[in-house]
Every structure is written in structure tokens, then in C-alpha cells.
């Protein structure tokens, strides 16, 4: 299995940026996509996640301005991101994660690096 992240850049404070994220491969279902972000010396924190079912979980300081959704048929997940702060600066990964045949497969995305100025 394979991530590609993309969609990071460069954006003033209060603007947007949609993230999106490819995977490929041998991926099973039931599944778990998130996105996660681990800024300047800090450690890689959850976003956001959703399933293949469509339940979405949020770290509580981004309800109401990220919003994660999928495209299950093209496996994409996206993060859509509205009102960025500075604090928003970070890497942003994305993150798969299944059970197959009782083991348990978690892969990630290369990071996209997200930069919000002032």
C-alpha cells in the first residue's frame, strides 16, 4: 500500500487549503483513513479520521474548521481546511489503517508541509 499527500503550500491566515491524499494497493475493508500533523518540534498529533463507512472523529481545535471527507471508489481522502492559523503550520500526513486476517497494517503518506503566516 501507498500514500500520496499533496495539496500543502503557503497560505495567510484565515485562508484555505484542501489537502488530498491517494492510496493504492491491496487495502481492505473495514478501513480507516485520518490525517495527521506534527509541527515544528512538537509530536505527530491526529487531525481528523474517517471510515469507510463515513464516521468522522476530529481533534477538538479543529471541529468547525477542518472538515475530512473520501471517495471510497477512488480511495482518496481529503482535508479541507478553513480559517488556518500560524499553529496550523505542520507537516500533514495521511494515515491507513486496517486488520487483515487478524494483523493489523497501519501505513502513512510522505507529509505535505503546510505553512500558515501572519
Known amino acids: 500500500v501507498q500514500l500520496q499527500a499533496s495539496g500543502g503550500g503557503l497560505v495567510q491566515a484565515g485562508g484555505s487549503l484542501r489537502l488530498s491524499c491517494a492510496a493504492s494497493?491491496?487495502?481492505?475493508?473495514?478501513?480507516?483513513m485520518a490525517w495527521y500533523r506534527q509541527g515544528p518540534g512538537k509530536q505527530r498529533d491526529l487531525v481528523a479520521s474517517?471510515?469507510?463507512?463515513?464516521?468522522?472523529n476530529y481533534a477538538n481545535s479543529e471541529k468547525g474548521r477542518f472538515t475530512i471527507s473520501r471517495d471510497n471508489a477512488k480511495n482518496m481522502v481529503y482535508l479541507q481546511m478553513n480559517s488556518l492559523k500560524p499553529d496550523d503550520t505542520a507537516v500533514y500526513y495521511c494515515?491507513?489503517?486496517?486488520?487483515?486476517?487478524?494483523?493489523?497494517?497501519?501505513?502513512w503518506g510522505q507529509g505535505t508541509l503546510v505553512t500558515v503566516s501572519s
Open positions: 494515515n491507513l489503517g486496517f486488520v487483515a486476517s487478524g494483523v493489523p497494517y497501519t501505513y
Open positions: 494497493g491491496s487495502i481492505f475493508s473495514p478501513n480507516i
Open positions: 474517517i471510515t469507510n463507512g463515513g464516521i468522522t
